[in-house]
T-cell receptor, first 116, second 114 residues
């Protein structure tokens, strides 16, 4: 079974500061990994995905994440936070070997607050 | 054009009622899902359909019955609604054949049972 742990249910940063949201996964096989963002009263939007091509993945809105197998981590970063980044962020994992049963398993989410 | 659309966006109903949530995707995907997001924002898979065939049926009360009339639609019917069913329900779709299962999500349906 796969699982995802997001450390820190709430993270606050100042505008312009570095954003670091932590995600650790547990998987018996090399997984696919995703970061999604959810703005209030909206659905989930894909930020970026890791599919075993490159370990450093760039996404939308200036976010990037690095896959570190030795640490089983896939932390999300952004060099400079913007007020519009305030949202809920979800890390998710899927098992490439499950065929069409390849659903996403989500972490518990991290609420990012950006302070002026 | 909205890629994955759900209706209604809000649903308030009394305990014991039966209700349906509709989902349609215009992305040409072959796999559709229902996820439930609880009050603590935790997301969990409920069902998955691939080419109209039920693939995943997590531990969900049998009061919940998905129906997929075609690959572009996956509806969720809920019988005898209970207070604990209050949550946000998300429909999603992905294309299995392309390998990577990034899912596209609808806007969600906020169900409130009173």
């Amino acid at each position: 079974a796969q699982s995802v742990t997001q450390l820190g249910s709430h993270v606050s940063v100042s505008e312009g500061a570095l954003v670091l949201l932590r995600c650790n996964y547990s998987s018996s096989v090399p997984p696919y990994l995703f970061w999604y963002v959810q703005y209030p009263n909206q659905g989930l939007q894909l930020l970026l995905k890791y599919t075993s091509a490159a370990t450093l993945v760039k996404g939308i809105n200036g976010f990037e994440a690095e896959f570190k197998k030795s640490e089983t981590s896939f932390h999300l970063t952004k060099p400079s936070a913007h007020m519009s980044d305030a949202a809920e962020y979800f890390c998710a994992v899927s098992d490439p070997n499950l065929g069409s049963a390849r659903q996403l398993t989500f972490g518990s989410g991290t609420q990012l607050t950006v302070l002026p | 054009d909205t890629a994955v659309s759900q209706t209604p966006k809000y649903l308030v109903t009394q305990m014991g009622n039966d209700k349906s949530i509709k989902c349609e995707q215009n992305l040409g995907h072959d796999t559709m899902y229902w996820y439930k997001q609880d009050s603590k924002k935790f997301l969990k898979i409920m069902f998955s359909y691939n080419n109209k065939e039920l693939i995943i049926n997590e531990t969900v009360p049998n009061r919940f019955s998905p129906k997929s009339p075609d690959k572009a639609h996956l509806n969720l019917h809920i019988n005898s609604l209970e207070l604990g069913d209050s949550a946000v329900y998300f429909c999603a779709s992905s294309q299995f054949a392309r390998g990577v299962t990034e899912a596209f999500f609808g806007q969600g349906t906020r169900l409130t049972v009173v």
